[in-house]
């Protein structure tokens, strides 16, 4: 009973990093042409003016 727990747990934390890759993944199609460094640019700007 107990190696079935830990595999399913391990499952579920796969189907999370799955889940997690796919949402990263549709941000990366919406953004489109937009430069990944220039968002890190201006979210650390914004961060470092508060």
Avoid: C, E, H
């Amino acid at each position: 009973m107990i190696p079935k727990f830990k595999i399913t747990n391990t499952n579920t934390q796969l189907n999370k990093k799955k889940k997690v890759a796919k949402k990263i993944k549709n941000i990366d199609k919406i953004l489109g042409g937009i430069d990944k460094f220039t968002i890190l640019s201006v979210v650390v700007v914004r961060w470092l003016r508060y």
